[in-house]
């Protein structure tokens, strides 16, 4: 496809792309849906089916399966041929986490927690690389040219405000005083071909850098990756420092650092491996009503009401370009359940270890709740008066997990927080609900929980800390909790396939030594 009208001359940093060296992340989106492919993880829907409600309400009839594969539509009604839309990337599954990160596949939710935890303190700064190299960079569209509709943007649902091109997606934005990029997750709803609304709950980044261009009566760049790389989708749903830019950290999670273009219609720089890209503009109090959407809760937790204007400067896209919809609904066709159950459980362990929090065995946001976002779990071995106490509150408002979350939940060593069984035995069996459980008020939330009436309290939450650990005061009498023994356990485990047994044997966390 030829651009449809000529882009500005770039101005070159990198005369070549970044080698992949010795990392096992995929490169872009088509080397993950490659790899996807081979292990069953990707199912095509080849009839053609309709942007409005239908793709989203497939998604969230086939994902009602956990494990259930992303799905891939190859015909939409009204878009060109050739455009296509992949809904719920990650999904249930762990092993297209796995693949993200570049992890093996097969591993326990738990293992994979542990190894993102380390990739999540690495960083590795982007390059810029020649414009004639970005595969996003095949078709451009300009001014007049600019039309956001011929993308397979959707109506996930019935009551939605409109239909949405930015749902998994990446929008970057540039702090005003410092410099550094910001990658975050927001929704985009199409208003017209070169508008777009812009929904960032209260404290996001993105809201945060066009408020403070408004107070100095400037207008803020936007740039939006809608087909997105996901690893790129992974980071910008998690909160990171806010002094420090997001494509640091996805460089450190892929092993080799983010390719970037010289932005064609503005100043800010764009992923060059994107399938599109969006450059736009938000100019000083340009406003309009945007919504509903079904969020992440299962609900429309915010009216229709006034949200940032995005206008369309340039369009950038691969040939025969895939849009990315992430799915918000109940568990498990939520696309961030298993996302933020994996990766905001490494961001809040890495949180306590900067703290020096001691003992942490694990830390589990579970998938059930609300996307992933309304219930931490953490197991520690309590080594002095007041350390559940302590883990509890830190948890509860430490950036990798104050936003929305509920309920903080802190079990022993020997509970596996993944299992959501076991926790629920620890707070039946080592909570005394009158002296173990405490209330955090006014704390950081979000438009979108509907438990809070009228809307405009919403921004505030509150949260409440569970102690299921034993009482430490008298830990050494606590009743003596049945276990397997460490030597019966290890035969029955070598024994598992030749006792009639298929698959791997279950890890247990408390064994008799």
């Not at 910001?182 to 929704?187: A, Q, S």
């Not at 939520?334 to 306590?352: G, K």
């Not at 302590?390 to 979350?405: E, N, R």
Request: proline residues 7%; contains cysteine.
């Amino acid at each position: 496809m030829e651009d449809t009208s000529s882009p500005p001359s770039p101005t070159v940093s990198s005369s070549a792309p970044a080698g992949a060296g010795d990392s096992d992340v995929p490169r872009d989106l088509r080397d993950w849906i490659a790899r996807a492919e081979k292990i069953g993880q990707i199912k095509h829907v080849t009839q053609t089916v309709d942007h409005d409600e239908e793709m989203g309400a497939i998604t969230y009839m086939a994902h009602q399966e956990i494990g259930a594969p992303a799905l891939m539509f190859d015909s939409i009604k009204g878009c060109p041929k050739g455009f296509r839309a992949l809904w719920n990337l990650i999904g249930s599954h762990p092993d297209r986490f796995a693949l993200t990160v570049g992890e093996p596949t097969g591993l326990p939710v738990m293992e994979l927690i542990r190894r993102c935890k380390a990739k999540f303190t690495r960083s590795l700064a982007p390059v810029t690389i020649d414009a004639s190299l970005a595969p996003v960079n095949a078709n451009h569209r300009y001014g007049d040219d600019v039309d956001v509709t011929i993308f397979p943007a959707a109506r996930h649902w019935a009551g939605d405000g409109g239909r949405y091109i930015g749902t998994a997606d990446a929008i970057i934005t540039r702090d005003p005083e410092a410099g550094w990029l910001n990658v975050g997750c927001y929704r985009q709803m199409i208003q017209d071909r070169n508008h777009v609304g812009l929904y960032c709950s209260p404290g996001k980044d993105a809201r945060l850098h066009i408020e403070r261009y408004w107070s100095r009566n400037e207008p803020c760049e936007v740039v939006a990756a809608w087909g997105v790389d996901p690893a790129m989708f992974v980071a910008a749903s998690l909160t990171f420092p806010k002094t420090v830019s997001e494509l640091d950290f996805i460089g450190g999670i892929a092993g080799r650092p983010v390719e970037l273009v010289k932005g064609q219609a503005g100043s800010v720089p764009y992923p060059a491996r994107a399938e599109i890209v969006m450059e736009g503009v938000v100019r000083p109090h340009a406003m309009k009503m945007e919504g509903p959407f079904g969020e992440f809760t299962g609900y429309y937790g915010r009216p229709e009401d006034l949200a940032f204007l995005v206008e369309v400067k340039a369009l950038h896209f691969r040939d025969d370009p895939i849009l990315t919809h992430a799915l918000m609904a109940d568990y498990p066709a939520n696309e961030t359940s298993l996302l933020y159950s994996i990766a905001r459980s490494a961001r809040i362990w890495n949180d306590l270890d900067r703290l020096g929090v001691p003992g942490i065995q694990g830390v589990y946001s579970h998938p059930a709740a609300a996307g992933g976002w309304g219930m931490t779990v953490v197991s520690l071995e309590q080594r002095y008066a007041g350390h559940a106490p302590q883990a509890l509150a830190l948890a509860a408002q430490v950036p990798g997990g104050a936003y929305y979350a509920k309920w903080i939940v802190a079990v022993d060593h020997d509970v596996d927080p993944s299992n959501i069984n076991q926790v629920l035995w620890a707070m039946a069996t080592r909570c005394n609900p009158v002296d173990d459980i405490d209330i955090l008020r006014n704390t950081w939330s979000t438009w979108l929980d509907p438990t809070q009436n009228p809307p405009a309290k919403r921004a505030y939450g509150s949260k409440a800390l569970i102690n299921a650990c034993m009482d430490h005061r008298h830990i050494t009498e606590f009743s003596r909790r049945t276990r397997v023994r460490r030597a019966v356990y290890d035969s029955v485990a070598a024994r598992w396939h030749e006792l009639g047994f298929t698959g791997v044997p279950p890890t247990l966390w408390a064994l008799e030594e």
